[in-house]
């Protein structure tokens, strides 16, 4: 009898843990083609876990997130561009996480990037990191996290871009 109970309780438990829920999240509009040649993103992951939550969530970036990053820091970036400037950027690192005790509404996303800087036979290499944070909507469900991707991309490009600004600034001198 006790067998049965211990394999109905495994049984029980492991079907509450065991949801995992993958939702797509375009990312089209942050992608603008022909945008900064002289600067390359690679790495990431094609897909995000969202932590903190009392299920698995996953989400699926379409474009690819290197395409995203690159593309926002090419637009932010442009009129930082002096010739011979070039900027590869490789080990691209995101993670998303939700404090539900916290701040439930609210999810959080931490961006890395290392970076290589070229331009009149000066170079410099850094790593640059943000951490953003956006409210997700009430009621949408997973999806809300989703649609805030994009919004946290742009807000964490944006402050890279400034930090790289400067750096570029020293090398282009």
């Known amino acids: 009898m006790k ?21 797509p999240a375009p990312l089209g509009d942050l992608v603008k083609p022909g945008t900064a040649p002289w600067l390359t993103v ?11 939550l009392d299920h698995k969530l996953t989400l699926e970036p379409s ?5 995203a990053v690159q593309s926002q820091l090419g637009l932010q970036l442009a ?15 995101t993670s998303l996480r939700v404090d539900e005790d916290k701040s439930p509404g609210n999810v959080a996303m931490d961006l890395g990037l ?8 000066f170079d410099a290499k850094h790593d640059y990191k943000s951490q953003v944070s956006a409210s997700v909507a ?6 809300a996290y989703a649609q805030a991707l994009p919004k946290l991309l742009a807000d964490g490009t944006g402050d890279i871009a400034n ?3 400067a750096d570029i600034r ?4």
């Open 3 to 23: 067998r049965f109970l211990v394999i109905g309780a495994t049984a029980l438990l492991s079907a509450c843990g065991g949801q995992k829920t993958h939702a």
């Open 42 to 52: 690679t790495g990431g992951t094609d897909k995000l876990d969202v932590r903190g």
């Open 63 to 67: 474009p690819d997130l290197a395409a």
């Open 79 to 93: 009129s930082s561009y002096v010739q011979d400037l070039v900027v590869t950027c490789s080990a691209l690192t």
């Open 114 to 121: 290392q970076c290589q800087i070229w331009a009149h036979g």
């Open 138 to 143: 009430g009621g949408v469900g997973d999806q």
């Open 163 to 165: 930090q790289m600004r």
């Open 170 to 173: 020293k090398v282009a001198r």
